[in-house]
């Protein structure tokens, strides 16, 4: 079973800083890519950031490009979001995910999904 579990959401300040985890603790899988997404309440699961697994090449949505970093360590079967001057609106549930297609931005492609880490920044 593919289990992903994120790790590193929290309560912080504009400006701030935190660094989510997404580990797979579960068997093996073939991806390709892995993403990044973030639900607030009341809106729609919004596309952050994807990295192809093999070859690392990244896409970000526009609201984070500069701020955000997302990378990947194969030997630690783990992807990491870097997020920097964190803002309110940033604020949203992250969620982890794999897939093994190739476009990178659809949420309906993505195949597993991890449960969710809160991330909260207040003014």
């Known amino acids: 079973q593919v289990q992903l579990a994120e790790s590193g959401g929290g309560l912080v300040q504009a400006g701030d800083s935190l660094r989510l985890s997404c580990a797979n603790s579960?068997?093996?899988?073939?991806?390709?890519?892995m993403g990044w997404f973030r639900q607030a309440p009341g809106k729609e699961r919004e596309f952050v950031a994807a990295?192809?697994?093999?070859?690392?090449?990244?896409v970000y949505v526009d609201s984070v490009k500069g701020r955000f970093t997302i990378s990947r360590d194969k030997a630690k079967n783990t992807m990491y979001l870097q997020m920097n001057s964190l803002k309110p609106e940033d604020t949203a549930v992250y969620y982890c995910a794999a897939t093994a297609a190739t476009r990178m931005d659809v949420a309906a492609l993505y195949d597993y999904w991890g449960q969710g880490t809160q991330v909260t920044v207040s003014s």
């Open positions: 579960g068997r093996t899988f073939r991806r390709n890519i």
């Open positions: 990295i192809s697994w093999s070859g690392g090449g990244t």
